[in-house]
């Protein structure tokens, strides 16, 4: 290809993206692709599904649609930014394959905020923000791992937030300190208050200098008022993006309060939380 070639497809930009789409369901064109006899494309899927007229000219097909394997070649060419560019991943993918990288590497997909008709995805630093400001939930700042602290709770969304950095090892750069984002949700069931605890982070593998650590240990503690009762409870929390709202409460695990212990009228509930994570 000579450099004028080159220079000339670098800078081309598709004016019409549905030329890119199957014609009857609009989804990506991708390998295997099919078309009637004067190029109208379509995907695997409705080849099979409207095989005896074209779509969009109506001419018959005795043979049904056949393989377009010049528009294969053309788009297994084309790379594009990954999706989560503007949140900081330069990763260039094909056209025709961007879940692998999606679904298993990219470190800057979004999460996104568990409330009911908000659409608002980001990082776990722009969401934290998005929570403080947008909604007002009560927020935690826990700053040492394995220490437990007091924390307030109140009904709905509990904000906990926890900076850690790794042990630095001689002769080596500081790490980075990392934001590890949870949420507290608190409900009032009719035996007592639960809570829910959801470690907010997007749960794929990757190398980078300082990974996330795709689970965590907490430790929740209460104790009446009077001293007279005290429960504890360990256990690992994976992580979640938040996709689609909650998680079915099934899969995590749930911290009861019985009403026998601490009564539902109250409006807060006083409990100590430690966070570990293993560098």
Sequence with gaps: MSSSTSDMIENVTVVDTRVLECGICASPLKPPIFQCEVGHMVCSRCSKRMCSRCHACRRKLPGGYSQCFGAEHILESFQVPCPNAASGCSAMLPYTDQQPHLRQECRHAPCHCPTKGCTFAGSTWALKTHFDQEHRWPHKVVVKNDALVKVTLKDG????????????????????????????????????????????????????????????????????????????????????DLLGGLPPSGDWFEFVVPKSIHPLHLDTMEILLSIGIDD
């Design 157 to 240: 969304f509990n904000v906990i937030t926890h900076y850690h950095c790794s042990t630095m090892e001689e002769g080596k750069e500081r790490p980075p300190v990392r934001l590890y984002l949870f949420l507290l949700n608190v409900v009032r069931e009719p035996h007592g208050c639960v809570v829910t605890t959801f470690y907010v982070h997007r749960a794929v593998a990757g190398n980078e200098s300082a990974p996330m650590a795709l689970e965590c240990q907490l430790k929740l503690v209460y104790e009446s008022p009077c001293r007279n009762h005290r429960q504890e409870s360990t256990f690992t929390v994976p992580c979640t």
